[in-house]
């Protein structure tokens, strides 16, 4: 099972990105998925997940209103759409996959990690 994640770079503050992250081995149909992120110097933190339906989703609070999570089981893929960025919206970006089909907030709850991808955002 691997998970790669993509579509990171440099964007200006109120900017917008959109993350993906492709997902082997047909995991993303019957899994929960979600994106974490860790900053420099600082923990892993939660950003959003959602469910194998697609049905629920849930975000963090900094995030909230901004950021969109999705999926597309065919493709074996989720999305992280990420818009009015903000400075410290900067860091590595990782996708992980959970063996439940619900979502969770936890990062010890998920099993399969991808390699992160970087969001810098400038001021």
């Known amino acids: 099972v691997q998970l790669q994640a993509s579509g990171g770079g440099l964007v200006q503050s109120g900017g917008s990105l959109r993350l993906s992250c492709a997902a082997s081995?047909?995991?993303?149909?019957?899994?929960?998925m979600g994106w974490f992120r860790q900053a420099p110097g600082k923990e892993r933190e939660f950003v959003a997940s959602i469910n194998w339906s697609a049905y629920s989703t849930y975000y963090a609070d900094s995030v909230k209103g901004r950021f969109a999570i999705s999926r597309d089981n065919a493709k074996n893929t989720i999305y992280l759409q990420m818009n009015s960025l903000k400075p410290e919206d900067t860091a590595v970006y990782y996708c992980?996959?959970?063996?439940?089909?619900?979502?969770?907030?936890?990062?010890?709850?998920?099993?399969?990690w991808g390699q992160g991808t970087l969001v810098t955002v400038s001021s």
């Open positions: 081995g047909g995991i993303v149909s019957g899994s929960a």
């Open positions: 992980a996959a959970r063996n439940s089909r619900f979502h969770s907030v936890s990062a010890h709850e998920y099993n399969y």
